[in-house]
């Protein structure tokens, strides 16, 4: 069933997290969807611009619809992660995106606003809900790269201001993670007096984390031993640091990194023990088995295993 973020938020605040998945072929999708219907987990399948200039959007719309038929009971808001006005536009000309994000966080104050509320005004009226970002995070993903010393935390002082000026749905904040497999460099994890803050100033307002990928070690270590060039020092966020953030509102994770280490020690390991292999086939059904198994994983420790039920 297709819901909108809106709804998936009112529902599971302060209660459960959803995991909010990016997705760019074939394999993700339909390992995403059997393992959330499997686990009655509601959930969003994300698509970047990159995704979308690599599959083109029709095809990736197309593949999240024959999976949600194949999947029936599966509970979801398809969304555009980091979209600028160009990729949200394009979106609105039809009815299946039910979630947009406008990344408008690299502007000035003023200019975010003004970016932001322009999308509220033309999303809105078809029933679509918005996600704003206020504050950078650092890293790298697709084509996002900013340099630490260019990121900078959440501001909690203007969320309140922002949050009325545009009518935004719920707020990607910049509380420590960042995008891609190196977010802690230092080790500081998520800034919970931050996030603290953010929701004493909002209450009941969902919040969103991105680069919320755990970036398991014994998965980069696997990658180097079958040929990769990883750094040791990579580190994801702690689980349990995640489901401390859901009490202080925190309603949608990106997890984006996690499933991409994943495929890439999969085809790494494939290629490295059956070297007389060709067949894309082969690597595919284990990443897919790989694929569902991390995420029904991913539902349990975020609370959502079941919670699917609430919908019906």
Known sequence: MLVTAKQLFKNCYGKYGIAAVNVEFMEQILSLFAAAEEANAPFIVQTTPVARDYATPDMLVAMVKTAARLHPKAIFALHIDHGFEEHIWQALEGDDYTSLMIDASHDDFQTNIKRTKAVVDRAHPKGVSVEAE????????????????????????????????????????????????????GGEGIQFQILEDIQRRLPQFPLVLHGGSAVNYAEIERINQAGGKFETSAKGVDPEQVKKAIEYGVCKINIATDFRLLWTRVCREFFRDTPDEFAPIIPGKTYMEAFKKMALEKFDYLGATGKGATFV
């Open 134 to 185: 206020l504050g950078v995070l650092s890293g790298k993903e697709d084509d996002i790269s900013i340099d630490e010393a260019h990121a900078f935390y959440t501001n909690p002082d203007e969320v309140e201001e922002f949050v009325k000026a545009t009518n935004c749905d719920s707020l990607a904040i910049a509380v420590g993670t960042s995008h891609g497999a190196y977010k802690f460099s």
